[in-house]
Structures are given as structure tokens and as C-alpha cells.
């Protein structure tokens, strides 16, 4: 129990201590990533579609998935840990 004290108080210090100067809000969307493997980074919009996978590459890895109404696409975040897209 103390060893899951420590480490979730070191998870929070060490995400909530940012560099200062930056912003917690996403990056707008740019294009849709290029078909095949793209690894995700953090805070950065993906457009993903129907049969696109999110692979996470770290145990630690969150994303969040924004679903668009009436779109056939979605948009995925990469909040936490480290991910690979894989565009179909």
C-alpha cells in the first residue's frame, strides 16, 4: 500500500509539473495521419476512422477518444504514456 502511495505521488508530481509556459489544451487537428504505423504523441489530435487501431506501447498509456455525430470519424488524444496508430 505505501509503494502505491509513492507512486501515484510521483506520477503526480512528475505530470503536474509542467514546463510552465505551455497550454494543457490540445493541438488543432492537422491532416489525417499517413496510412500504416504513426506513433502518437501527447496532446496532439488524430483523426481516426472505422478499423483504425490504437496500440498502447507503454502500461501507463491513456487515450481519449472524442466521437464525432453524424461523422464517420473520431478524434483520439493521447493523454498519458506513449501509443501507436495504426491507420486502415
Known amino acids: ?3 502505491i502511495l509513492i507512486l501515484s ?4 508530481f512528475m505530470f503536474g509539473c509542467g514546463s510552465g509556459g ?3 489544451t490540445p493541438d488543432t487537428p ?4 499517413e496510412k500504416g504505423e504513426n506513433d502518437m504523441e501527447i496532446n496532439k489530435l488524430y483523426v ?4 483504425d487501431q ?7 498509456a491513456k487515450v481519449k477518444i472524442i466521437h464525432n455525430d453524424g461523422s464517420s470519424q ?9 501509443a501507436t496508430l495504426i491507420n486502415n
Open 1 to 3: 500500500m505505501k509503494n
Open 9 to 12: 505521488s510521483m506520477l503526480m
Open 22 to 24: 505551455g497550454s494543457s
Open 30 to 33: 492537422g491532416d489525417i495521419p
Open 48 to 51: 481516426v476512422s472505422s478499423g
Open 54 to 60: 490504437i496500440i498502447k506501447t507503454s502500461s501507463v
Open 74 to 82: 473520431s478524434t483520439a488524444i493521447l493523454l498519458v504514456g506513449s
